[in-house]
Nanobody
Framework: QVQLVESGGGLVQAGGSLRLSCAAS????????MAWFRQAPGKEREFVAS????????DYAGSAKGRFTISRDNAKNTVNLQMNRLAPEDTAVYYC????????????????WGQGTQVTVSS
């Protein structure tokens, strides 16, 4: 079973940036599409971004497009989320996820989940 560990969360002021990282176990990382989800207080968990196993295809939620960038380094078994121009509405626990499918769509059916990392954006 693939283990995922997120890091990079923290407190940042509005307009600032954070870079989240997710480290995965195993030696078949390129077989997995990877994604970031988030869950804000009182809200359902929502999709943020995903990337194909090869890294050639990406998918972004409307709230992330133009501000966030998902990337991966298959040699290091990591996936990253660069978040720029953060706003208080981005405050949430961010989760890394993966699945036994190398394609970016659909935005569901993920098999592996990390424990999450807190991102707090102050006014």
């Amino acid at each position: 079973q693939v283990q995922l560990v997120e890091s990079g969360g923290g407190l940042v002021q509005a307009g600032g940036s954070l870079r989240l990282s997710c480290a995965a176990s195993g030696r078949t990382f390129s077989n997995y599409a990877m994604a970031w989800f988030r869950q804000a207080p009182g809200k359902e968990r929502e999709f943020v971004a995903s990337i194909s196993g090869s890294g050639n295809s990406r998918d972004y939620a409307g709230s992330a497009k133009g501000r966030f960038t998902i990337s991966r380094d298959n040699a290091k078994n990591t996936v990253n989320l660069q978040m720029n121009r953060l706003a208080p509405e981005d405050t949430a626990v961010y989760y890394c996820a993966g699945r036994n499918n190398r394609y970016v769509g659909p935005r569901r059916d993920y098999d592996f989940w990390g424990q999450g990392t807190q991102v707090t954006v102050s006014s």
